[in-house]
C-alpha cells in the first residue's frame, strides 16, 4: 500500500473542501439566544405527584444556590433533599429534591440544574417565578434544552428526531423505532456510508495527485468503484423501504371496504374500541369516509370505515361508492370484509371479483396491495360446520358480535403491518422522515455522476457532494430552517 494514502484519507475526510463528516461533534450551529440560561418545567402540566424543572446554561449553578438552603451546590449528579425558597423573599416554596449535572456531563451539555417539586401547581409556578427572579435566567421557548444538546455535539439530528418521537410514540413499534433511533442507529449507518465514502474519495485523489507514481498501488480506482457500486446498491434498497419508515411515524392507512351489511362499520367500532361509525342492520348507513387512529397491535394505523361498495343507490349513496373506491386506492392494507352467511349473494360476489381477486392477483403498476379477508357472522354459521367457502383465497373468520376470532385478526393485523411499517424490533434502521429520504436519494444522485463521468476532478467532486448529504442527515452543515422545523415538533422544557 502506498504511504501516502492513509494520510490522504485523514485528508478527504477533513478536507477544506470535504463538508463536515457525520460526527458527534459539536454540530458548530449557533442556539439563538444562547448564554443565556434557561428554565422551564419539564414534565407534565397539571396536577401531578411530581414536577420536574429544569434550567441549563452558565448562571443554573447560580439558580442552584439562589433557590435553596443550605446554599452550597449538591454534589454533582446526587439527589438532594433541599428546602426551596423565593431568593428575593425567602418565602419557603418547597421541599423538593435538586440535582446538579456541571457541563459538558449534562443532557445539553452545560450546566444544569433540576428541582423535582411537588407538583401542585402553586408549588410549580412558585419555583418558576423563584427561578425568573434570578439574574442572568429566562423561561426556555420549545425545544430549547434539546436544541442546546445538539448544539453542543450530545446529539446528532437523527437523535433528536429519535427523541421528538419517543416524545410523541402512541403504539409500541412506535416506541421501538423512536427508541432505535435515538441510540443513534440511522447516525451510525449514515457514518458507516460517509466512511466509505471518505475512502473511496481518498482513493481518487491519491489517483488524482500520483496516477503517474510507480510506487501507487495498482487498481486503486477499481476498488473505489467498487465500493461506490455496493453503497449505491445499500442505498437503493434503503430509499425502496423509505416509505415503511415514514408509515410507522404517521400511521398505515388501512382501509375496511366489502358489500353493504357485512359489518364493516362493526368492525372498526371492534378494533378502535369506540363508537366511530353508526352500526345499523339499514344497507347503506355509512356513507362518508370516518377515519379513526388506532393501534393496531401494536402499529399506528389510520383506521377508514367505507361506504358498502353496491351499484344502483342513490346519489348520496354512490358519491360514498365513489370515495370507498378512491380510499381503497390509496390503502396501504385493505381490510376486505364479508358477510360469511351469504357469499353466495351478488353484492359479496361482486366485491370478491372487483376487489379482492385484483387485490391478490396485483395491480396494473405491479405492485400488488397487501389485503386481509375476513368472514364476518361466523355466528351465524352452523356450529362446528365445515369452511363456508373453502375455494376462496385465505381468509379469517370472525364474529363482530361475539368476539370470536379477533385475536387470530389482530394477530394477522401485525404480521401484515410489520410488512407495512417494517418491523422495528429486527428490521434494519428505518427511514422515518422525507428529509432522510430526500438526502438519501441526493446521495445516491451524486453516485449515479460518478460512476457516468469519467473525468476524474468531476467524480472527487461528485463524492464530496455524496458525502455532504450523508453529513446531512445526521445534522451535519443543516439550515437553520431544517432546524427550525424539527425542534418544532418539542415541547417547553425538552
Ligand atoms: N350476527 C351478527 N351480526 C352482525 C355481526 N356484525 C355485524 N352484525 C350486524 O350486521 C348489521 C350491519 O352491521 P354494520 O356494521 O352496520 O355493517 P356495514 O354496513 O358493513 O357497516 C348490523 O345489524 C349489525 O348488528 C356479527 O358478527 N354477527
Ligand atoms: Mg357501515
Given amino acids: 500500500m502506498w504511504r501516502g494514502l492513509w494520510t490522504l484519507v485523514a485528508r478527504a ?31 407534565g402540566h397539571g396536577r401531578c405527584g411530581i414536577a420536574v424543572i429544569r434550567t441549563s446554561g452558565p448562571a443554573s449553578g447560580h439558580a442552584l444556590r439562589s433557590l435553596t ?11 438532594c433533599l433541599r428546602l426551596l425558597s423565593h431568593p428575593r423573599s425567602g418565602e419557603p416554596l418547597d421541599r423538593a429534591l435538586v440535582l446538579w449535572f456541571p457541563g459538558p456531563q449534562s443532557f445539553t451539555g452545560e450546566d444544569c440544574a433540576e428541582f423535582h417539586v411537588h407538583g401542585g401547581p402553586a408549588v410549580v409556578s412558585g419555583v418558576l417565578q423563584a427561578l425568573g427572579s434570578v439574574p442572568g435566567l429566562r423561561p426556555a421557548e420549545a425545544g430549547e434544552f434539546t436544541r442546546r444538546a445538539f448544539a453542543h455535539g450530545k446529539l446528532s439530528l437523527t437523535e433528536v428526531e429519535g427523541l421528538a418521537d419517543l416524545i410523541h410514540a402512541e403504539t409500541e413499534a412506535q416506541r421501538r423505532q423512536a427508541l432505535r433511533q435515538l441510540d443513534g442507529e440511522l447516525g451510525h449507518l449514515c457514518h458507516g456510508w460517509a466512511g466509505t465514502l471518505t475512502k473511496a474519495l481518498a482513493h481518487v485523489e491519491a489517483y488524482i495527485d500520483f496516477g503517474e507514481d510507480d510506487n501507487l498501488e495498482e487498481g486503486v480506482l477499481e476498488q473505489a468503484n467498487s465500493e461506490v457500486r455496493e453503497l449505491q446498491l445499500a442505498l437503493g434498497a434503503h ?18 371496504a366489502g358489500p353493504p351489511n357485512a359489518g364493516k362499520s ?19 348507513t355509512t356513507r362518508d369516509v370516518l377515519e379513526t387512529p388506532v393501534d393496531l397491535a401494536g402499529f399506528p394505523a389510520l383506521l377508514s370505515d367505507t361506504a358498502g361498495l353496491r351499484e344502483g343507490a342513490g346519489p348520496v349513496e354512490q358519491e360514498g361508492v365513489r370515495r370507498a373506491r378512491e380510499r381503497l386506492e390509496q390503502a396501504d392494507l385493505i381490510l376486505a370484509v364479508l358477510d360469511a352467511s351469504d357469499l353466495a349473494s351478488p353484492s359479496s360476489r361482486n366485491f370478491l371479483d372487483t376487489v379482492v381477486a385484483p387485490a391478490g392477483a396485483g395491480s396494473p403498476n405491479g405492485n400488488s396491495q397487501r389485503l386481509l379477508l375476513v368472514l364476518n357472522k361466523s355466528d351465524l354459521l352452523p356450529p362446528g360446520g365445515p369452511d363456508p367457502s373453502p375455494n376462496l383465497r385465505p381468509h379469517l373468520l370472525l364474529s363482530c358480535l361475539t368476539g370470536e376470532g379477533l385475536d387470530g385478526l389482530l394477530e394477522a393485523l401485525r404480521k401484515e403491518l410489520a410488512e407495512v411499517c417494517g418491523d422495528p424490533s429486527t428490521g434494519p434502521p428505518l427511514l422515518t422522515r422525507a428529509r432522510h429520504q430526500h438526502h438519501l436519494q441526493g446521495c445516491l444522485d451524486a453516485l449515479g455522476h460518478y460512476t457516468q463521468t469519467k473525468d476524474l476532478a468531476l467524480a472527487a467532486e461528485a463524492l464530496r457532494l455524496a458525502r455532504g448529504h450523508l453529513a446531512r442527515i445526521t445534522g451535519g452543515g443543516g439550515t437553520e430552517e431544517i432546524l427550525d422545523i424539527i425542534f418544532r415538533d418539542f415541547c417547553v422544557g425538552k
Fill in 13 to 43: 475526510a477533513r478536507g477544506p473542501r470535504s463538508p463536515r463528516p457525520c460526527t458527534r461533534q459539536g454540530s458548530g450551529v449557533p442556539v439563538p439566544g444562547s448564554g443565556a440560561t434557561i428554565f422551564a418545567l419539564s414534565s
Fill in 69 to 79: 438552603a443550605p446554599r452550597d451546590l449538591p454534589p454533582a449528579r446526587s439527589a
Fill in 239 to 256: 430509499l425502496r423501504d423509505a416509505r415503511r419508515g415514514q408509515r410507522l411515524r404517521s400511521g398505515a392507512h388501512v382501509v375496511v
Fill in 266 to 284: 362493526s368492525l372498526v367500532n371492534l378494533l378502535s374500541r369506540k363508537p366511530v361509525s353508526i352500526v345499523s342492520p339499514e344497507p347503506g
